[in-house]
């Protein structure tokens, strides 16, 4: 055992070098003062560089290899598979590979946010041709076994292919066109009051309270305010996050306060033992985005959820809430309408956002379409699958940060993750008969202990797929989470959907 | 000039996982959750071990000694100078002795803690036994002309000697302690106002306030609570300062966010040609403190300063002040008043308490008496140079955190700057001759940039010797502290001294 110790010792450090550049980024994203832009950017990237270093290291790659051969407890067994398969991929990519990606995104970025300001996509198409051919550089290096965007898509979501992603995109694809077009026919239920004046301090309270509530624990996190709300972790006693406030929108603070919360949960959740190792983190983006998706929608969009916290909210905001009641705080809460945003989608439409960039990533990694020709496809698809067209290229194909940061294959996770969030929660469902009554007293043990039981403590122990057949849900599939829109918005908006 | 680039980017590594070391530790202090505790011990070590692993390799030994035969321009010759030092100095010290000494300071402070809380001296004294015995280890590591203590001294106050500063102490000694002894047979000036219930809001707005008025960048750096008062350097774009406000002591929080505006402004001032390398610090721990010190006592306890903020003060808190008026208020923040603790004592008591602990630790390294000494010692002294005995350890040996932290030799450098800021302060009005006028107006301007010209913007490239030679202010000495102590407190007590 003494090589698997000193493996671990090698990994600690890689690991810890790597969570001190993400307190970097937190600090910057919260509290550092405006003038240490350029200083911080260099202590970061020297952080990650060193980081990747230490991972990569000749000495690494040799206990690993001995490991293997060996003997070992499940833990440390799990431990050399996963490690080893990071550290195959990390090398593969070479290090002026990384660089240079590094570089172009770092470019890339700064001019994205000044074409978003002035509507220019033009300015960033340069940018954006050239992220998309290092990415492809990137995968030819990885490796595939069907197509580029296989290599991609591995790195964020592991074991998933493109054709699959495909296959489920079509099968939601089919339903959800005519289901949101069905609900966009009929009459919106009324929402204004959600837009009215509400006090900052008072959301910050009631999200405490709701964090409180959903069992955050704050010995081992905190919240605090940014410009775009994130949840970050430096060790499994030290998960955070952030949210934004917005006094003419109390929907927002309060569902990305129960987003991040899903997320934190999931870290915080993880076994002690697997601290400071490369299990130590949620085994898929996909998985990591169903933890949020439950928390955010099947949960804090119910209506039990509101049963015990409106009353609550209600005491909070007295005059702008006062006189609605609870049927129509929730009807407004779950309100559909086909937007330009992704961020600021419904529950509903906002998979077809994610299939819009799905295909379009596609396209560009396979040399179908050329960045020049994006605008117009953007434009097309959004029209086709939402039937509104956006009127500028801010509030179009500029608008995700993605990108610019050089990431392609990321996007498809998102909507796995809400595909996987309602599979998940029917079998919690299943599991729990008591869930509803339980949240409608405002208690969530139970709920917390099947997510830390069935899925949090094993962190990247278990591949995503594993899971969700632990679970004995089936594999991933789209169906149970178009029934659970049918159920809920049918009954929402009185139709047959 | 590669080989000098190639230096630049190692020791900017180096300074990177320093400075995130630095983060680690701030956020420790400041926002971390409680249960974090353990896994950042972890992160912080390694980085500090990884910071002093880049450091000392042997890329970084090969580079300065090629560049050391070179031409070099001024900048780059003083960091070559500068960094061979360190370099030299670390290389001395075996890595398995600076593990050790972690180790044991790690060990020690935990200890250090429940000693004083129960106030048992005998439960710390191994543990001090033992950093005695590695210091010792240590100081012939780096090696030494005279003493051991001069080896520990010189690493807090490069080229500073013991005799030196017993010189110096004896100097302050034969004169400090009859003149506190004078003043204490004076009556005290009224001083119980500054001990109501002063509400924390106003007293941070007010030092937020003191902050900007004497040029505090807080484009460059922000102010927090925490336990302990502390500055802290992330790069020259980003110098950070804590405070800690006490309800029912107004004059706490005031003179510590002036004491580490002081600290700040000496590393906001350097040029930002010496980011990111080792010439971007305080050239001597004498130097910052005599900063800290010149704007908490020289500026901070003048009238002139109060004749422009207290009536900012009296608007914040018009019940507990309304009816003190400017010179009662002037004597209360300069009472002289023999104390047990170091950190609460006055002006002109402090540097008492330094020279016990000065001489404490050269008995303990030169092995003229042995730990189970020291409490007897301790109160001897204290009696013969304050009048007064601790009742309790807690209040007297147990009282600092430094000797627990592994660090012999830091002591004496608070009085060298206590000594130093008279000093520079003296040149400084001598060539500012308007300086009471305008502080009196609440316009520090000329005092910051003269600090910035004739000290802070140097760093570690002149000397602390070097930078008091150029003031034309002679060598470092007694007197002009002693004479600035015998003027203002003969004037406040209306005594001869």
Chains 1, 2 share one sequence.
């Not at 954006?128 to 965007?149: P, Q, S, T």
Request: proline fraction near 4%.
């Amino acid at each position: 055992m003494e090589a698997f110790r000193e493996l671990c010792d090698l990994l600690g450090q890689a690991d810890d070098l790597r969570r001190a550049a993400d307190l970097l980024e937190w600090d910057q994203e919260t509290y550092m003062p405006g003038g240490a832009t350029r200083a911080r950017a260099r202590q970061v990237a020297t952080l990650r560089g060193l980081a990747h270093d230490h991972f990569t290291s000749e000495r690494v790659g040799r206990f690993l290899e001995v490991l293997r051969g060996e003997e070992l407890n499940p833990l440390a067994s799990d431990l050399v598979r996963v490690a080893s398969r990071d550290y195959a991929r990390a090398c593969r990519i070479p290090s002026r590979l990384v660089q240079e990606l590094a570089a172009a995104a770092s470019r890339a970025k700064d001019t994205w946010q000044r074409a978003r300001q002035t509507n220019d996509f033009n300015l960033f198409a340069p940018h954006l041709e050239r992220i998309v051919d290092l990415n492809i550089e990137k995968a030819e290096a990885l490796g595939y076994d069907v197509c580029c965007y296989d290599a991609l898509l591995d790195e964020f979501e592991p074991g998933m292919r493109t054709a699959e992603v495909a296959r489920l995109f079509a099968a939601l694809k089919v339903e959800l066109v005519p289901m949101v077009r069905a609900i966009t026919a009929c009459e919106s239920p009324p929402y204004a009051f959600l837009h009215e004046q509400y006090e900052r301090a008072g959301q910050w309270e009631f999200g405490m309270h709701v964090l409180r509530a959903v069992g955050y624990d704050f010995m081992r996190g905190r919240q605090d305010e940014s410009a775009h709300p994130f949840s970050t972790t430096f060790s499994i006693s030290d998960v955070r996050i952030t949210t934004r406030l917005s006094e003419h929108n109390v929907a927002s603070a309060l569902f990305s306060t129960l987003h991040e919360a899903g997320h934190a949960l999931y870290e915080q959740g993880m076994d002690l033992d697997l601290e400071n190792t490369p299990l130590a983190e949620g085994t898929s983006l996909g998985m990591h985005e169903s933890q949020s998706r439950l928390w955010e929608n099947q949960v804090g969009r119910s209506r039990p959820f509101w049963v015990h916290f409106y009353p609550i909210l209600q005491e909070h905001f007295p005059s702008q809430l006062g006189a609605i009641d609870l049927d129509t705080f929730h009807r407004a809460i779950n309100r559909v309408a086909p937007s330009f945003i992704r961020v600021e989608a419904d529950e509903l439409t906002y998979n077809l956002h994610i299939m819009l960039r799905f295909e379009l990533e596609q396209l560009m990694v396979e040399r179908k379409a050329s960045v020049g020709d994006l605008p117009a496809l953007w434009d097309a698809r959004m029209e086709e699958y939402l039937g509104v067209c956006p009127p500028t290229a801010a509030q179009g194909i500029l608008q995700d940060i993605h990108w610019a940061l050089g990431a392609i294959g990321y996007f498809p996770t998102y909507a796995l993750g809400n595909l996987m969030s309602a599979q998940v929660y029917a079998c919690a469902r299943r599991d729990l008969p008591q869930l509803d009554r339980c949240m409608a007293d405002g208690d969530f043990a139970d709920l917390r202990t099947w997510l830390r039981l069935h899925i949090h403590r094993h962190g990247r122990r278990r591949s995503a797929a594993a899971i969700l057949a632990g679970l004995d849900g089936g594999a991933l599939a789209a169906e149970p989470w178009l029934a659970l829109m049918r159920e809920k918005y049918g009954s929402l908006y009185g139709i047959q959907l």
